[in-house]
């Protein structure tokens, strides 16, 4: 049991380093940018699971955000289980929720539409994302198009300042989400979906059940990703239908695609890249006076794709490159 | 019964347009199995061509049949020439490439054209020129049939007669259908893939400049972002039909534009997006290939 957790703490103490860095030398606007790192981190990963190692092409992520982040802010503002000084349980417990309504919503789009194969499941999944997004702006209890405005955010305590109350919230899910998702995929689950990605119809004839193995490997996925449209609620306290559009979920595939399917630590670092890469473009903004960010980045993905097309970590991992051949 | 004729000609005019999308994507994948994303941003360029090309040649308020073709055939030839060049320089080095890649490609692509839109028409919407007087052909009752509507049905319907001719009956055409059936092979007898999917692009992407001139004409307000949508529903359709297949391309967006014109008549206007995508869910379940598509037996 200490032994399992060693690494997981281990991580965990060195994010919480740098979150006492980030606080304590650099401005709010670096601090949100590191919140959004954060949840953009669980995104990519999540998705690596149903994209990288399972093979599917899923194009709806953003809908599944969008479960979370709904539930999380409707529940935090109108539901409180544990007293005053445990508040943080709270939170936890709207994330839990948050990626468990996520995760029974992937079971009903994926039962029914994994056994479709290749672009129509990218089709179906894009469709089910934007049917959440229309089906949110018609809700008025959830306030339409306006959206959910003041919502709480995990509360300080401990004497700890309102961003690292956030940051170690979502440090704390980014490092379950990446060693539980690890782990499945090197457990005897993990082989199932790798052998369902690199032929399905062998995998089939060995006795795997390819759907069953799809599913589980999208409702997982949905799950953190409800996760992180949990997160990402608190950290900005103000989200609208919009702000899980089609793009979103592109951003998702971006973030898997440039650091290599089936890499979790491939997917981690691109999440950073590209979440940091537009804000850094900024300062290009203020040269040139004109809006060249995502001509920019649109350009850059076309470009990695002819030029490095199993993005950078191919599907190794980080410790591949100093392990010993 | 007049409102439901009136909505029946609103219906299919609206999904006349959405068919000459609809080809684009469907010749796309039945040449090279790959959805084009960057399709419906073709589209977008087309619509801005025609209305820069409206102001230039200073017809934007000469309407008539003359203006009409003028204006059809700038949007297509920039359309054609737009779509050869991503053709050229974005998926032609990725021919051998997974699946994904390719996708990943045509996204980035359509996020490309997008953005530069926004960066060069600027992010507001703009009124496209009168193309055509709108005349009230024939009033009886509530049931009124405007010449704009009329119009975009035949323009639509000669396109359509004008690819199929292409398709069945040319030189072209018959090399077109032999790539989509296996390139190797056609390869082997002397017809050069490269070039035929080339030409492929070129007539997809001027079917949806042509599309894009009848919406103009129809909704006369134009911007950067104006693709997405359409181009969503344009592919819904085309997978209704059954990708692949140039009837069901046309049969799969009448039957959109049709079913999206009585949702919003007799039930509500704010399902109209959804309705596309519950469709798409609905067809995929129960006929994955689509109505007109065939099933293919996969081999090992």
Not at chain 2, 18 to 46: E, K, R
Not at chain 2, 260 to 278: H, I, P, Q, W
């Amino acid at each position: 049991m200490l032994r399992t957790l060693k690494l997981p703490f281990l991580s965990f103490l060195g994010m919480v380093v740098f979150g006492v860095v980030l606080e304590f030398g650099f401005s709010a606007f670096i601090q949100i940018t590191a919140l959004f790192v954060l949840v953009n981190m669980i995104m990519a990963m999540s998705l690596n699971l149903v994209n990288g190692t399972s093979g599917q092409f899923s194009l709806g992520h953003a809908g599944f955000m969008a479960v979370g982040a709904y539930v999380g802010a409707f529940l935090s503002q109108h539901w409180t289980l544990f007293p005053e000084g445990l508040g943080a349980l709270n939170f936890l417990l709207y994330t839990v929720l948050g990626g468990g309504l996520a995760a029974v919503f992937g079971f009903l789009v994926g039962q029914p539409s994994l056994r479709l194969k290749g672009d129509y499941l990218a089709i179906v999944t894009l469709g089910f994302g934007e049917i959440i997004r229309v089906a949110l702006l018609n809700m008025d209890f959830l306030g339409g198009a306006r959206g959910i405005h003041g919502i709480p955010t995990v509360p300080e305590g401990f004497g700890l300042s309102r961003f690292m109350a956030q940051y170690l919230f979502g440090s704390f899910w980014v490092i379950v989400c990446f060693f539980f998702l690890w782990r499945l995929v090197h457990s005897n689950q993990g082989r199932g979906f790798l052998s369902v990605r690199e032929d399905e119809i062998a995998a089939e004839s060995m006795g795997v059940n390819t759907t069953g193995m799809k599913v589980r490997a999208f409702v997982v996925s949905a799950f953190f990703a409800g996760v992180a449209g949990v997160l990402s609620a608190y950290f900005v306290r103000y989200i609208n239908p919009s702000s899980f559009g089609f793009l979103r979920s592109v951003d998702a595939v971006i973030m898997v695609v440039l650091g290599g399917m089936g890499s979790f630590t491939g997917s981690i670092v691109a999440a950073v890249l590209i979440t940091v890469l537009p804000e850094l473009l900024r300062t290009v903004q203020q040269v040139t006076g004109v809006d060249l960010r995502m001509v920019i980045y649109s350009l850059a993905l076309v470009l990695v794709m002819i030029l490095r097309p199993q993005g950078i970590f191919g599907n190794k991992e980080l410790r591949d490159f100093w392990r010993k051949k | 019964m007049q409102d439901f004729v009136q909505h029946l000609v609103n219906g299919l005019s609206l999904g006349s347009i959405y068919a000459l999308i609809a080809l684009g994507y469907t010749m796309v994948y039945g040449i090279l199995q790959m959805i084009n994303f960057a399709h419906s941003d073709v589209y977008m360029v087309g619509a801005f061509a025609a209305y820069y090309a409206a102001k230039w040649l200073g017809i934007e308020n000469q309407p008539g049949l003359m203006s009409l073709a003028t204006l059809l055939v700038v949007s297509m030839v920039i359309c054609a020439i737009l779509g050869l060049t991503i053709e050229r320089f974005a998926y032609r080095p990725l021919r051998k490439a997974p699946k994904l890649n390719i996708l990943i490609t045509a996204i980035g692509v359509s996020l490309f054209l997008q953005y530069s839109g926004q960066l060069i028409f600027g992010a507001d919407p703009k009124v496209f020129p009168e193309v055509m007087t709108d005349l009230t052909l024939l009033q009886w009752g509530n049931l009124s049939l405007r010449s704009s509507d009329i119009t975009v049905l035949i323009v639509a319907l000669i396109a359509m007669v004008g690819l199929h001719f292409l398709i069945h009956h040319t030189k072209i055409g018959r090399a077109m259908r032999a790539v989509s059936q296996n390139s190797s092979v056609a390869a082997m007898l002397g017809v050069n893939p490269d070039r035929i999917i080339a030409m492929t692009f070129v007539v997809g992407s001027s079917l949806a400049g042509v599309g894009s001139v009848l919406v103009g004409m129809k909704y006369p307000k134009i911007e950067p972002l104006m693709g997405m949508m359409i181009g969503l529903k344009a592919f819904v359709a085309a997978v209704l039909g059954g990708i692949g297949s140039v009837p069901g391309a046309v049969l799969g967006g009448l039957l959109m534009g049709l079913s999206e014109e009585m949702v919003v008549a007799y039930l509500s206007s704010t399902y109209r997006d959804a309705l596309a995508f519950g469709i798409l869910i609905v067809i995929l379940l129960f006929k994955p290939a689509g109505l007109l598509g065939r099933y293919q037996v996969e081999k090992v």
